[in-house]
């Protein structure tokens, strides 16, 4: 139990060009999402908060309007990455937590983009 | 943002050897949670603990949950090559708060 996917697993673009990214909760409700990113030997570093049906809560120094995070629904959240430009390649790491697993959080497989 | 003190940054050691890592924070935890990220993969959660002084086992891993809130540690006994990746403390204040993270223990180890 407790399975989160991502797709695409990796991914290849040009720079200016959008890209979506999908997370999904396949045998429970994430009543909440996080997207992180995370750099080569680092640790990961979190984007923003997403909560179904309302809008996600960014961190600090992360760009709303560049990452575009909709939570549409319990179980699918997905992160835009807009007119991407090379230093936005990065390994992307969404997450999902129900109140009904205790709250523990549980992670996709990661979703490697490079911009060219 | 805040980050959890995790020690050491990487080890390498000999199949069959016991393995200690542990985090410490500035402040209190009510959950510690320990992940295992292998390379290109993203994090598989290991132990989760919920209470202070708690011991819990998964395998040849074993987690406490330090006393105070502002540690805990994981041991892994008798070590084998597919233990190698990077170990990651998260700690959590409670209900829906975001993980802080350690940066997170590289382990390598020689057959």
């Known amino acids: 139990g407790a399975v989160v996917s991502q797709h695409p697993s990796w991914v290849i673009c040009k720079s200016g060009t959008s890209v979506k990214i999908e997370c999904r909760s396949l045998d429970f409700q994430a009543t909440t999402m996080f997207w992180y990113r995370q750099f080569p030997k680092q640790s990961l570093m979190l984007m923003a908060t997403?909560?179904?049906?309302?809008?996600?809560?960014?961190e600090q120094g992360v760009e709303k309007d560049k990452f575009l995070i909709n939570h549409a629904s319990l179980t699918l959240s997905t992160l835009t990455v807009t007119s991407a430009h090379p230093e936005d390649s990065s390994f992307y790491i969404c997450?999902?937590?129900?109140?009904?697993?205790?709250?523990?959080?549980?992670f996709g497989p990661g979703t490697r983009l490079t911009v060219t | 943002g805040q980050q959890l003190n995790q020690s050491p940054q990487s080890m390498f050691i000999q199949e069959g050897e016991d393995v200690s890592m542990n985090c410490t924070s500035s402040?209190?935890?009510?959950?510690w949670l320990w992940y295992k990220q292998d390379p290109g993969e993203g994090p598989v959660l290991l132990i989760a603990l919920y209470k202070a002084g708690e011991l819990t086992s998964n395998g040849r891993l074993t987690a406490q949950f330090g006393i105070t809130r502002k540690d805990s540690f994981l041991n892994i006994s008798a070590s084998i090559p597919s233990d190698v990746g990077i170990y990651f403390c998260a700690g959590q204040r409670g209900g829906n708060t975001p993980l802080v993270f350690g940066k997170g223990t590289r382990l390598s180890v020689i057959a």
């Open positions: 997450s999902a937590r129900s109140p009904g697993l205790a709250y523990e959080q549980y």
């Open positions: 402040s209190i935890f009510n959950t």
């Open positions: 997403s909560n179904e049906g309302s809008k996600a809560t960014y």
